[in-house]
């Protein structure tokens, strides 16, 4: 008992004490498994299956760090980069990228790894941003989109009660 009280004392006058007001060093992150990346790529893909469409998604973690990736038997090639560069670009503006076309036409849109047309959406749950999903191979980006969103919708409620 009396070891247990030194050690605890130890500890305790030894330790940096932090502020109030300073900023903790270090920050939780909140990261989707590669199960739940991998159950939004197949539930976008299953979407734009029943609409007859072929697409190649990504799903990227919140560094747009592809986590998840599939291309359906007979969607073109193509659609494997581009739905990681929609997926990117969501996941590195928070925001769908359909909303982001305006700047297209400024010197982001010239940047390699984004695009910035529809078919892209955020990830984020318990208000926390966890990256992105792209779709590519509909004939218009906002049946991508919606593909998309048929990948979230598959997961949101669980991620939801985890968070």
Avoid: H, W
Avoid at 15 to 38: C, F
Avoid at 51 to 73: K, M, P
């Amino acid at each position: 008992m009396k070891a247990s009280l030194i050690a605890i004392l130890f500890v305790v006058t030894t330790s940096p004490l932090m502020a109030e007001d300073e900023a903790p060093m270090i920050t939780p992150v909140q990261r989707i498994t590669m199960e739940t990346a991998q159950t939004i790529a197949q539930a976008a893909i299953d979407a734009c299956r029943k609409q007859g469409i072929s697409a190649g998604v990504t799903v990227v973690d919140r560094n747009g760090i592809a986590q998840a990736v599939l291309r359906d038997t007979l969607a073109p090639p193509i659609t494997l980069p581009v739905s990681q560069k929609k997926a990117y670009a969501a996941a590195n503006f928070n925001a769908a990228t359909s909303s982001l076309e305006e700047l297209a036409k400024t010197a982001l849109g010239n940047m390699p790894e984004m695009m910035l047309g529809a078919g892209g959406l955020p990830i984020q749950a318990g208000g926390s941003m966890l990256g992105g999903i792209g779709v590519s191979g509909a004939p218009s980006g906002e049946t991508d989109e919606a593909c998309a969103q048929a990948g979230l919708d598959a997961v949101v409620d669980d991620l939801e009660m985890s968070m």
